[in-house]
């Protein structure tokens, strides 16, 4: 099983930016399709952004669409998320997931998680 540790939350202002970085090891990255997600309190662990292993294939929730990217670097066992034009409802803990198949949106469907890291967007 791979292990999963996310970084680069912070608090930001409305309009601005952070990168959020997810690094693995322990088992061959390159086999896992990996997903972000974010967790308000109260609410559910939601799906933003999904990267197939290859880095070819990518997927997005409507939400966060245009303004967030993700990415990989399989030499450096790190997924990416940049994420621009940040607005106060996308403050939550980001959560980045490892599975074996692309564009899951359910987050019960993985198996290995992160720790997670917070972002805040306010004035």
């Known amino acids: 099983q791979v292990q999963l540790v996310e970084s680069g939350g912070g608090y930001v202002q409305p309009g601005g930016s952070l990168r959020l970085s997810c690094a693995a090891s322990g088992r061959a990255f390159n086999i896992y399709d990996m997903g972000w997600f974010r967790q308000a309190p109260g609410l559910e662990r939601e799906f933003v952004a999904a990267?197939?292993?290859?880095?070819?294939?990518?997927d997005y929730a409507r939400s966060v669409k245009g303004r967030f990217t993700i990415s990989r670097d399989n030499a450096k066992n790190t997924v990416y998320l940049e994420m621009n034009s940040l607005k106060p409802e996308d403050t939550a803990g980001y959560y980045c997931?490892?599975?074996?198949?692309?564009?899951?949106?359910?987050?019960?469907?993985?198996?290995?998680w992160g720790q997670g890291t917070q972002g805040t967007v306010s004035a």
């Open positions: 997931g490892a599975d074996t198949r692309f564009g899951v949106r359910v987050s019960s469907e993985y198996n290995c």
């Open positions: 990267i197939s292993r290859s880095g070819l294939g990518r």
